[in-house]
C-alpha cells in the first residue's frame, strides 16, 4: 500500500515536472539549422505556417524563435527567397520533434547563374588564355567569342589574360563599373567583356 | 532398421557440414583497400609488412580497388597507413602520400583486427592539395578595397593602417586570397577600388606579372604564390 502510493506520487511528479519543462508551445528544443548557398538578406522560413524567420549575415544558420517540444511535429517551409536564388530547399523539415530529427535540418538554396562572355578583337596569333579565377581557356588565333563559365548573380568576376599570345599584346576592357573586365554579376542575363589584341 | 538407416545419413549429414566449416584449414581475412579522388601516382600503403603501390584509375573519378599481396589469419591485428607516415593516436602524417595530394582513412577506421569484421575493407579519401596566394598591398589610404580572384573562392576586403589618430599612413598591408587546388590558374583582380581618398590600385606579381599565374610545381614547392603586389596611387 504504502509502496504504491509513493509510486503513484513520484509517476505525478515526474508528470508535472515533464508538463512544466514542456510549457506548451515553447517547449526545451530549439529548432535550428544550417543553410547552405544563401549569400544575401531574403530567405524567410516557416514552421507550421508561422513563427516567421528571417535568415540574416552571415548566413550560415537559422533558428527559429519557439522552441518546441519533443514529439511536437514541425514543418519547415520556405516562405520567400532571396533575389538571387533560384530556389531554395528544406532538408528534413518535417518531422516530430527529438534530439535526433532537430540536429538534422537543413536549407539548400541554389544562386541563379548568368553567361560570361568574352568578345576577341583582333587576334592573329596564337598563344592566349584568358582565365575568370580558375576558370581557364586557350583562345586560339581568329576567335571572336569565348564563353566564360556562367557566374552567380551578385557574385565577382574577372577576367585577366594568363598569357600574352606570341607577337602580340591584348588588354581587357568592359565589365562593371572599372571597365577593365571585373565587375559584380546583375541580374541581367548576359555581361559582355572585351578583350583587345594589337 | 528404418530409424538406423535415418542416424547414418544424419551422422553424414554432421560431417559434411564440419567438412564446410574448418576442412580448408584456418581462415585468412584478405585487406581490401578502396581509394576514392586519386589524381596522381605516388600513394603507397602499407600494413604488417607489406606494401601497396596505389595508383590512379584508368578513368578519372573513379574509385581504384586493390588488395595487399598476404592474407591476415584470424586475429592479426593491422593499420594501414601511407607507408612511413608518423602514427600518433590512429592519425597519420606524412609518409608516401601521392603527388599533389593528401590522402586519409574515411568512412571507417584503418586499423583492427582480422576476424572483427567479415570482410577488411580500408577507405581510403585524397584531396588535391591547396596553396597560399599572397601578397602585400602598397600605398592604400583609402577604404572600401576589395579584391577577388575571378569568380573563384570569393572576395577580400583590405584595409589601409591608420596611425594613432586614425590617418592612414599608406604603410605596406599584407593579404591572403583563399588558398588555390594545384594546377589551378588564379588571376587577382581589383573588384572594387578604394575610396576616401579616391585611389587606383593595380596588380602585379604572381605567375605572369599580372597578377595571374598556374598554381604549378614550381609554386608548389614554394608554399604557395606570395608575390602578389597591390599599388595604389
Known sequence: MKSSILRAGVVALACALGLSACGGGSGDLYLAGVVQNVTKDGLVLQNNGGDDTNVVYPYTSFQ???????????????????????????????????YYTIGQISVTCSIKQHALTANIVGLTTSGLVIINGADRHDVPAGTTTVQMATVNEDGAYGVTVLQQPSGQACTVSGGGGANNGTGTMGATETTTVTITCT | MKFSLARQAFALAITLTLASCGGGGKA????NVTVSGL????????????????????????????????????????????????IANHVYTDGNQPKHQQCAPTLFPAYGTAGQLAKIDIRYACAILYYELSGT?????????????????????????????????????????????????????????????????????????????????????????????????
Open chain 2, 39 to 86: 589524381q596522381y601516382p605516388g600513394l603507397i600503403l602499407s600494413t604488417n609488412g607489406q606494401d601497396l603501390a596505389v595508383n590512379p584509375p584508368a578513368t578519372a573519378g573513379q574509385d581504384v580497388t586493390a588488395v595487399f599481396p598476404n592474407q591476415l589469419e584470424y586475429g592479426q591485428t593491422y593499420e594501414v597507413t601511407p607507408k612511413g607516415a608518423t
Open chain 2, 137 to 233: 598591398v602598397n600605398g592604400l589610404k583609402g577604404t572600401g578595397l576589395i579584391l577577388a580572384n575571378g569568380s573563384t573562392a570569393g572576395t577580400i576586403g583590405v584595409n589601409p593602417v591608420l596611425d594613432t589618430n586614425n590617418t592612414p599612413t599608406g604603410a605596406p598591408v599584407a593579404f591572403a586570397m583563399n588558398p588555390v587546388p594545384y594546377n589551378t590558374t588564379y588571376g587577382v583582380t581589383v573588384l572594387t577600388q578604394p575610396t576616401n581618398p579616391s585611389q587606383t590600385c593595380t596588380v602585379t606579381g604572381g605567375g605572369n606579372g599580372t597578377g595571374g599565374g598556374t598554381m604549378d610545381d614550381d609554386a608548389e614547392k614554394a608554399g604557395g604564390v606570395k608575390n602578389l603586389v597591390v599599388t595604389c596611387q
Open chain 1, 64 to 98: 527559429f524563435g519557439n522552441r518546441v517540444s519533443t514529439d511536437d511535429q514541425f514543418d519547415i517551409k520556405v516562405k520567400s527567397i532571396p533575389s538571387n536564388a533560384r530556389e531554395c530547399t528544406v532538408n528534413n523539415g518535417h518531422a516530430r520533434a527529438n
Open chain 2, 28 to 31: 585468412t581475412f584478405p585487406i
